[in-house]
């Protein structure tokens, strides 16, 4: 088989390298790629938002199946448009994709389908949206979220009534995220342990994955700015037998069931992003594809063949494929560029990776980011360069291994948070 990968981060290089495992696979390539996948992969020079460049070059290579991995090409219908060529895919198709790209969409369908979240409301409105600020019906800190998809960065917390303005005015007035901010969501604050849980969906079946923690502000002891994600540990150990049976029954099975009533089953991986508050379970957001750097972390765990779990999911047959976990626990810590997730410099080297990527006499996975290749030298491309991921019998054990290889690895700026599985 061919397969094709889609997207160029640390996520892309995980699904990659474990795809790599598969004897069936011919060649695995990734569109774009980055340094450290053209390693595993070969990586063609398309965006992964081309839908005519993309699909073009799939029919072109013969290639047979094709993972969907960021938001924004399965936000546009990426894979609605592969399927038109006859191509099978991994990843929701446009309508089903909405349960990430559309947050008035996501909270509606909670609502009516009585599954656990913040409560809400919707404004298309400026001036609406400002008075209800401003009005007694709400209580601080409120939840500010652009409906569209915006980077990871359009969800403001406001401590006040002079903050709640601002950001309201931000997104709708002066459109900060563009089009993503035609609509908001505002949200009640939730308080306590945040867990993700992603998870495989046919449609029909869903198999929950090992549970993971992000790490999403930049600095130690969560302060600083909101980011992609700084690190991982999995399982959370706050996510227990218990707190995860209750999910499977109130948010899990639910958000399948009611995505098929709606007529748009979601098939691919479903991102759970819950709150573990003291009147339960609840959630905070649903993302359409593999969580970064969550994958970085879960997917090493992971005994089962991804190629086979992925396929059963595209032809509806999840139910028959028994899904295998590592008892192992795992770390992922991001190495990121001073100055992410603003403004930060590219083309350092990066050392002293070998000529693979990787770190020698070290068994820790080495997941390339943001990293260019130059024929001889890995240089930093992006904000988040490197996920280290190391596993371990214990967490603790797990983030020792990983810490010991980040530790080894240099570049000019190098920032990483030092407290991942602390918190
Ligand atoms: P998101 O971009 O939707 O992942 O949200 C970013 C972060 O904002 C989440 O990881 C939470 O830490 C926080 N957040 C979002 N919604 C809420 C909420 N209703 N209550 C408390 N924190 C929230
Ligand atoms: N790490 C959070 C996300 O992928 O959205």
């Given at each position: 088989m061919n397969v094709l990968v889609i997207g160029s981060g640390g996520r892309e290089h995980a699904i990659v390298k474990a795809l790599?495992?598969?004897?069936?696979?011919?060649k695995i390539y990734a569109a774009p790629g980055n340094g450290g996948i053209s390693m595993d992969a070969s990586c063609v020079n398309i965006k992964a938002d081309n839908i005519p460049g993309i699909t073009d070059f799939a029919v072109e290579c013969n290639i047979n199946y094709i993972i969907v991995a960021p938001d924004n090409p399965l936000a546009i219908g990426m894979v609605d448009a592969l399927e038109r060529k006859g191509k099978k895919c991994f990843g929701p198709n446009k309508a089903a994709a909405r349960i990430e790209s559309s947050k008035v969409f996501s909270k509606n369908l909670m609502k009516k389908y009585g599954i656990p979240t913040a409560a809400y409301e919707t404004f298309n409105n400026c001036d609406n949206a400002l008075e209800y600020v401003k009005s007694n019906k709400v209580k601080f800190p409120l939840v500010i979220k652009a409906d569209g998809l915006a980077f990871g960065k359009g969800v403001i917390i406001a401590q006040n009534c002079d903050e709640a303005q601002t950001a309201v005015n931000l997104i709708m007035k002066e459109k900060k995220f563009g089009e993503s901010g035609e609509s908001i969501v505002i949200e009640e604050f939730l308080t306590g342990p945040e867990v993700t849980v992603m998870a495989f969906t046919d449609g029909k079946t869903i198999k929950p994955m090992i549970s993971s923690m992000d790490h999403k502000r930049a600095l130690e002891g969560n302060k600083g700015l909101n980011t992609g994600g700084m690190g991982v540990i999995a399982p959370n150990p706050h996510y227990t037998a218990e707190i995860a049976s209750v999910c499977e029954k109130t948010i899990f099975y639910p958000t399948v069931m009611a995505m098929q009533s709606e007529g748009c089953p979601f098939k691919g991986c479903l991102y759970f992003g819950l709150v573990l508050t003291p009147f339960g379970p609840k959630v905070i957001e649903y993302n359409s594809r593999f969580g970064d750097p969550e994958a970085q972390a879960v997917l090493p765990l992971l005994q089962t063949d991804l190629l086979d779990i992925m396929e059963a999911v595209t032809e509806g047959k999840l139910d028959s494929i028994d899904i295998k976990w590592s008892s192992s626990s795992s770390a992922c810590v991001v190495l990121a560029s001073a100055g992410y997730p603003e403004s930060y410099k590219t083309g350092l080297e990066i050392t002293p990776l070998d000529e693979k990527g990787n770190l020698k006499f070290n068994e820790a996975l080495i997941y390339h980011a943001g990293t260019a290749y130059d024929g001889s030298k890995f240089q930093t491309s992006g904000g988040r360069v490197l996920g280290i991921t190391a596993t371990g019998l214990s967490l603790a054990e797990a983030i020792k291994n990983t810490y010991n290889a980040a530790s080894q690895i240099t570049f000019e700026g190098i920032y990483y948070r030092k407290d991942i599985g602390k918190y």
């Open positions: 790599k495992k598969n004897e069936r696979i011919r």
